[in-house]
């Protein structure tokens, strides 16, 4: 069976822009990277099911940097741009397809803004909100600066949720019919715990919140009724003995709901915990990245793979994934992709 994944990138070297990849699950393989749509630091990148690709970019126009969205028709490769949503200033972190209301949200870590964007039925994007973060920033000096939104995604019971690294602090927000966003609750973590996503499991109510500058991941109680969250449970991504430079990245949580995988950058590795029957965790593998800096990763489609893409060494790897114990097992490594920043399975 071939399965497709996209890979964004950074374009500060030798990517041009979005990257397909293909996984062969009998050969255990990855194969066929090609470039599907030009574009500048297209470093997150989301998929509708009417395939249409909102990809971020960022470039120089009239002596100007200019940041958004680009948004592609991904029907026939190369993909074809049907619109240009960039305006002055830098690009976001972050963008996700939320299906339900037709919607496209953006996290912009270098602006402090979130933006909602309604899907027109051509597939262009026409704005409907934006929020600024405000409030008092973190200890540490990537903080320093403001309000980081990383992350804005759904929760299983569609509300909002904002993960501000500068801020240390996790809002949800309901969403009108309107496309505007009404805020519910704000989570304020340890200082300096840098939060940078988050996943929700709906059948034990718990919240798996990453922390980038902490390394930390942090189990929450996610109350329904209110829409706050308390603090449960904080542990380490990384080794006790690890004192260089680590930076946690991305956070996902199997199908079942009995494993979170979380990425590390400067440790640069896959950490793999099981979740416990009260929603607490337990470190039960940290596996080599086989590469450096692994910004993103992602699961086949029956989760018996993982595909975990590295910035700085311009490769991918390929892992086995047990579903019964949750442990990988590296099958292949040194699979040349450049720059990748974010992998997703296409739609």
């Not at 990148?45 to 009239?62: C, G, M, P, R």
Request: proline share 3%; hydrophobic share 35%.
């Amino acid at each position: 069976m071939i399965e497709k994944f996209l890979v964004g990138t950074y374009t500060k070297h030798q990517s041009q822009g979005i990257y397909q990849i293909e996984l062969d699950t009998d050969k255990k393989e990855l194969q066929n990277a090609e470039l599907v749509a030009k574009a500048g630091s297209p470093t997150y990148v989301a998929e509708s099911k009417a395939h249409k690709v909102y990809a971020i970019d960022k470039e120089l126009k009239n002596d100007k940097t200019v940041g958004g969205l680009l948004a592609f028709d991904s029907a026939n490769i190369p993909f074809k741009e049907i619109q240009d949503v960039t305006e002055e200033g830098s690009s976001p972190a972050y963008v996700t397809v939320d299906e339900l209301h037709q919607n496209v949200y953006t996290a912009n870590y270098h602006t402090g803004n979130v933006h909602v964007f309604k899907i027109n039925d051509d597939g262009t994007l026409t704005e409907t909100d934006r929020i600024h973060d405000i409030g008092e920033v973190g200890p540490r000096p990537e903080q320093a600066s403001g309000p980081h939104p990383h992350y804005i995604d759904l929760t299983y019971d569609n509300r909002i949720a904002v993960c501000d690294l500068g801020l240390d602090k996790v809002y949800l927000y309901d969403l009108s019919d309107q496309g505007k966003l009404h805020l519910v609750s704000e989570t304020t973590m340890e200082p300096g715990f840098g939060p940078r996503h988050i996943q929700f499991v709906e059948k034990t109510g718990k919240a798996y919140l990453v922390g980038e500058l902490s390394s930390k991941l942090a189990v929450l109680d996610y109350n329904e009724e209110t829409g706050e969250l308390a603090v449960q449970q904080i542990v380490s991504t990384i080794p006790a003995e690890w004192t260089s430079h680590n930076g946690a990245a991305a956070i996902r949580i199997s199908n079942d709901n009995r494993f979170v995988y979380v990425s590390n950058r400067g440790n640069d590795s896959l950490a793999v915990f099981e979740i416990q029957e009260d929603g607490n965790v337990k470190l039960i593998q940290l596996i080599s990245i086989e590469g450096e800096f692994p910004r993103d990763f992602t699961f086949n489609s029956d989760q018996k793979f993982v595909v975990a893409v590295n910035q700085n060494t311009n490769n991918a790897t390929l892992y086995q994934r047990n579903v019964d114990t949750g442990k990988l097992a590296m099958t292949q490594k040194g699979f040349s992709v450049p720059e990748g920043t974010c992998v997703m399975l296409r739609k």
